[in-house]
Structures are given as structure tokens and as C-alpha cells.
């Protein structure tokens, strides 16, 4: 027995009521009628206080049917076996997709757009080969002489034919992935799931079967000579051929603890033509340990919920237009240069010269909140200004949109509302807003803000309580959401502060430190362990 938590939002009517307008009771309630219902299967004296108990319980206390004993017919061993991979047989895997799942959540319009942790693709699925696998197959991603514009990424579209059917996909190199092995992300492809999962990607399920429902091999694949279109975020806001991510082994880490301020360039602080500002009371920042962060986008999602950020749809991803205030970028270690649209370095090498396995590193790239903010000094109405507590805040109602501030910032973490991304009409989406947050439309520049609505909240609380904010007491939305803790905020100000303890480790940098725009993000150098045995393997 459930009761309703809150008043009917719409005009709308339950489902026992409209049964009930059929019956001899027509405008019945769903109070009257659960209670009449239980009162003419229990036509006690005592009524009332059964169900007053019941609705404490939430359950009719003597109503559980009995158990049924059943023993199934099925046996596994009556199924026929799956196909082994053998000789040169492509083996295929079919796997869960990591935002969509296997498609339950294919109408979810945050989770389309966020792009997947290590293809970087939205929007869309793709069947993954390896680079090797790629160059035998004649496979390419084509990226340049049609004209993709920014994250627009023409892929080759194969034929699958598979247990005894086909399906159409388009192809991605991915490197990492194991030569003659492909994989076929689930939850694509739905024919009827909503206005945003409808005819999005490929059906996967159409080549899977009972008996092999996780691998097979067997298939073949075939070039259609067609190209598809696919949003792939990894090349926008790009700052490569500098010192972004710093990373090392532990032996390179115990002979030289500082190696992530090799050839540190940073100038001091004196040599600067900004205001230096002093903060008697707060100076907030954050530390993000590469070590822990695993690429999961728990922290995007939180982000775009907590901030009311919209979801702009496939064309404008291409264009290099989604507005998440926090993004991923996925980096390998590789010994080669490539051109692959995985990559993030550039070069003539082909596709097949990627390290078969190359280590993968993600780095979370929120606003950098810097000292010497770039981005301020250009923005001609004071829409982006400096606060005591060293914020870089936004003024919503001075932008002007010129833009100034996002050509000027070297971390590319400014979003510009290029459209009226808002839906202001739906009474609905007013539910899954954060009421703290304004709504920012078209014309305004945007970005992290360090949640300066769960600072404030906090603030409050501590003044009315007259003591100091403690430290850990200010979560923001992506520190709340980080599975792995990668993310930390607090006072910079207090030694004592996890923030401040992070920040005087000797792993400590800043991304893009020779600028000196002192960034109030910095981040902990990931430090790599391998097995030697398992890396001989």
C-alpha cells in the first residue's frame, strides 16, 4: 500500500480511477477505493485499526500468497554450444553500452550526449575494431577532406552478418581494443524509444542470439563503401603540445619524486602585469588526483544536473557546441604519432603505428578558477569578475556574448549558448531543475562556477552558527559524484585543508603553468605501476 508524497501536479487521473468510471462507483477516489476494497475482503469490527497498520506498514499484514514449488525443465547443456573463435575467425563481444546501458536509458537525453569514456563518441554507437584489425579490413575515419567540422568524424559503414542475420554499423578504430576482436555496444538502434532514443546508432541485438549472448566468432564484415557521420567530442577545446598531463612509473617516481615539474617553466609570481589579490578569510580550490580518476563521467552528469546545463543534440556536438561545464579528455601514451580521430596527437603516420595497448589516462577539466584570470581582463562589460574568495564569477545579466573571454582562455572551459538550448515551455523539465541555478539562455557565456550556490549555502549556515566553514563542508557536484574521491575542494588558505595537504605534495602541477595564470585547479600526477611480467605478455 502506497501512499502519494505530494499533490497531482497536472490535471490527470490514476489508472484505478479511470477503471472506476466504468463501474458502478464512477468518481471514486483512490483513497475510497483501496480502503473499500480492503474492507470487503476483511469485514472485521476492527477495520480501522487494520487499516491504520496497513498504511503504516505499507503492506496487508496475512495477505502473502503461498509458495510454489517449481523445477525447471530448461537445462543449459540442451542449447547448442557457441562458436569458438578459431584460426583467423573475427571473434565478436557484445557488451552493455556505457552511458545507454542496454538501452533503458536510451531516452535519456544527459546520457546521449555524454560522451563515452573512451571512444569520446555521443550520440551514437559503433562497432569497435582495432587499429590493426582496421588496417586489414580497410577501415579508416576520415576527418579532414569531407570538411568534419570540429567533432563531426566520418567513419566507414560496415555490414555485419552474423548468426544468420546483418546489421549495418559504423566502424571505430579504437586502439587498446585486441586484434581480431570485435565489439558490439548494446542499446542502439530502438525503433520506438521516445523523441531523443528513437533511430539513434545501430541494433546490435539483431546478430545476437540465446546461445551466444556475450561472444561468438564466425561473422563477416564488409565495407559498404559508405561514410557516417559520428559527434566525437575528443577533439574539442584541444590544447595538445603541452604540458597538460604529466604521468610516470613508480620507479620514475621514487628516483625523482618531483618529475611532474620537469622542465616546470612557470615564471614567478612577481613577473606579472595582473592584480595580485590577497585573501584574508577563504581562497577556495581543488585538487583532482589523475591517479584515481578512471574516466567514469559520474562527475559530467552530476555537473550538468546541479547547474541545469542543456542538452544540445548531436548536430551541435559536431559543431562543437555541447556545454557540459566539466569535460573528460582521454589521453594515450603512445611512442608514435597518429592521425587517428582517437588520438589526441597529430601526425602523417597511419592508423596501425598506435601502440597495440597503449595506457589511457582521463583528465577531468572543469573551470580553472585562475589567479591571473585571462578571461577578465578581455570581457569589456565586467561580466566575468574576480571574488574575494578568488572565484572567477559570471554575471549572467551583463553578458553580452561577445565571446572575448572563451578566445582568450587556454583551457578551453567556457560554453556559449549559440542557440536557445533552454526548453522553456515544458511544464515537466521545470521538475528536474536545480530552483538555486538560474537558467541561462541563448547569447550568455557560461562555465564552473565551484558550485558558488552549495558555497553560499554553506556560508549561510556557518554565519547563523557563528564559526568558521569546516573543512569537507562544501561538496560540490562532481567531489559528491567521483566514485573513486579523485576530486577534493576546500580552503587552499588552511594548511590543514585535504585541498591544501594535496597541493603541497611534490605530485602537485598546474596544467598549462608557463602561462602563469596561476590556475586554483591543479592536479596530482598519475603514477603507473605495471606488472613487467604481464606487460612481456
Partial sequence: MIQPLIAPLYRTHSAREVLAAFSDKPGISDYDA????????????????????????????????????????????????????????????????????????ANNGWLQELAKP???????????????????????????????????????????????????????????????????????????????????????????????????????????????????????????????LASGTLEEYKKNPAFAHEDDEQPPKELSLYKEYSYPGYAWGMAIDLNSCNGCNACVVACQSENNIPVVGKEQVTRGREMHWIRIDRYYLAETDTNDPSSNVDSKKHLTDVLADPPTFFQPVPCQQCENAPCEQVCPVGATTHSAEGLNDMVYNRCIGTRYCSNNCPYKVRRFNFLRFQDWETPQLKLIRNPEVTIRSRGVMEKCTYCVQRINNVRIEAEKQNRPIRDGEIVTACEAACPSEAIVFGNANDPTTRVAKLKAQQRNYSILGELNSRPRTTYLAAVRNPNPELEKA
Fill in 118 to 244: 573512451v571512444t569520446k563518441l555521443t550520440w551514437d554507437n559503433a562497432a569497435l575494431v582495432s587499429p590493426k584489425t582496421a588496417g586489414t579490413l580497410g577501415l579508416t575515419h576520415n576527418i579532414s577532406s569531407r570538411g568534419g567540422e570540429h567533432g563531426k568524424i566520418y567513419s566507414n559503414v560496415i555490414d555485419i552478418s552474423l548468426s544468420n542475420s546483418k546489421v549495418t554499423a559504423a566502424a571505430w578504430i579504437l586502439p587498446g581494443q585486441a586484434d581480431g576482436v570485435i565489439v558490439l555496444p548494446l542499446g542502439y538502434g530502438r525503433s520506438q524509444a521516445g523523441y531523443t532514443g528513437t533511430n539513434k546508432g545501430f541494433n546490435a541485438y539483431m546478430v545476437r542470439t540465446s546461445n551466444a549472448l556475450w561472444h561468438t566468432a564466425g561473422g563477416k564484415i564488409t565495407k559498404t563503401g559508405d561514410d557516417y557521420p559520428l559527434a566525437c567530442t575528443q577533439y574539442h577545446f584541444n590544447m595538445e603540445g603541452r604540458k597538460i
Fill in 34 to 105: 483501496v480502503r473499500d476494497r480492503l474492507k470487503a475482503a476483511n469485514p472485521t469490527a476492527d477495520f480501522d485499526k487494520l487499516w491504520r497498520k496497513s498504511l503504516n506498514d505499507g503492506v496487508v499484514a496475512g495477505t502473502a500468497f503461498t509458495p510454489i514449488g517449481i523445477t525447471s525443465k530448461f537445462s543449459p547443456a540442451s542449447l547448442p554450444a557457441a562458436a569458438a573463435a578459431l584460426g583467423d575467425e573475427l571473434e565478436f563481444i557484445f557488451r552493455p553500452d556505457p552511458c545507454v546501458y542496454d538501452g533503458r536509458f
